[in-house]
């Protein structure tokens, strides 16, 4: 049976100090055959990605952290255009001359300078593969009967490192497309209101058979649900990703 990992672990802190006060966010390390992958909690659906030099952020959002003392980005990638995934003054603070943005549609008019990838493209980014993949809801709706996230606006991304395919949902049910994903080593899949619910959440993971799951986008999820029915086939991690 694989362990299911808890909010305090024995794994490193990635610390950024500020002039002011310190930053603490968890950190993960993952071997790659392109290296070692680190994954840093932001948190909700904020992350970085640190491999062989270069910076992916994801979903850079200032309400999570200050991203002014985070390391600057080689690359930026937006689900949709949300403001808990999409904040134009954090792009600001991580960016330089040569950041790749990648975003939607609908966010390309709030900002310039971004490459915009619709669902089903596939990318190559300073050397990474990346393909966006649909998120969107199905079930859930707003009082005024439309769709949380409509189909055809938001992205996930499969970003490839290496030997290792990690896969970062964004906002989205646990739709066909989801399902149909291959080769997922690491998966990042939302739990919460206007996303996933628990059964959800386990009926894709189930199906793309990720060999690490790090639920997110949790707000105040109790992610207790999840864990028994799937620690027998993949490895939970917990982590602060409200």
Request: hydrophobic share 45%.
């Amino acid at each position: 049976m694989r362990r299911v990992i808890l909010l305090v672990n024995f794994l490193a802190v990635f610390l950024f100090l500020t002039s002011a006060s310190a930053q603490v966010f968890e950190t993960d390390m993952i071997k790659t055959s392109a290296g070692d992958l680190q994954i840093t909690f932001i948190g909700h659906a904020s992350l970085i990605f640190s491999i062989g030099g270069k910076v992916i952020h994801v979903d850079p959002v200032g309400r999570y952290a200050d991203y002014a003392n985070l390391p600057k980005a080689d690359i930026i990638l937006v689900a949709h255009d949300h403001s808990d995934h999409f904040d134009s003054k954090a792009i600001g603070a991580i960016s330089t001359d040569k950041t790749a943005l990648v975003l939607t549609q609908t966010c390309a008019p709030q900002i310039q300078g971004g490459v915009v990838m619709n669902n089903g493209d596939v990318k190559t980014i300073e050397g990474f593969k990346i393909e966006a993949v649909p998120a969107y809801n199905i079930v859930k709706k707003r009082p005024d009967g439309n769709l949380f996230h409509p189909k055809g606006i938001g992205n996930g991304y499969v970003i490839t490192f290496g030997d290792k395919r990690v896969f970062i949902a964004g906002d989205t049910e646990n739709v066909p497309e989801i399902k149909e994903l291959k080769g997922i080593d690491i998966a990042f899949l939302p739990m919460n209101a206007p996303t996933m619910t628990p059964e959800m959440l386990i009926d894709a993971a189930k199906a793309i058979k990720p060999k690490i799951l790090y639920p997110y986008h949790l707000s105040d999820s109790n992610t207790n649900p999840i864990i028994h029915p799937l620690i027998n086939d993949m490895e939970v991690r917990i982590r602060k990703m409200q």
